[in-house]
C-alpha cells in the first residue's frame, strides 16, 4: 500500500475520532461538514468516514497511477487542515 495512502488514511481517521468526540460535546462542538450536519449521529460519523476511506482505496485502484498522488496528498493537505483546526478549538481524539 502506498504511502501517501496510508497517511491519508490516517489523518482520516483522526478526523473521524474527533468528530466523534464532537457527537458527545454538542453543547460545545458543531460540526462543519454540510453532509453530515451540525449534530450528527454517531453512526452517521462512521458510516460517512468508512464510505470516504474506501472511496479513497478504490479511487487509489482505479486512476491512472500518475494522479494517484495527487488525490493521496490532496487528501492529506485538506484532512491535515481539519485535524489542526480541531485540536486548535479543543477538540480532543476519542473512540
Not at 6 to 15: F, S, Y
Not at 33 to 44: A, M, T
Not at 54 to 73: D, T
Request: some cysteine; hydrophobic content about 45%; proline content about 5%.
Amino acid at each position: 500500500m502506498d504511502a501517501s495512502l496510508v497517511l491519508a488514511l490516517m489523518l482520516e481517521t483522526a478526523d473521524m475520532s474527533q468528530t466523534l468526540y464532537m457527537t458527545r460535546h454538542p453543547q460545545q462542538y458543531q460540526e462543519m461538514n454540510p453532509i453530515l450536519g451540525s449534530h450528527p449521529s454517531q453512526i452517521k460519523v462512521v458510516c460517512y468516514f468508512l464510505t470516504a476511506d474506501a472511496g479513497l482505496v478504490v479511487f487509489n485502484h482505479v486512476l491512472p497511477k500518475k494522479y494517484v498522488p495527487v488525490l493521496n496528498y490532496g487528501t492529506v493537505a485538506i484532512e491535515a487542515g481539519f485535524v489542526a483546526h480541531n485540536a486548535h478549538i479543543g477538540v480532543k481524539f476519542s473512540f
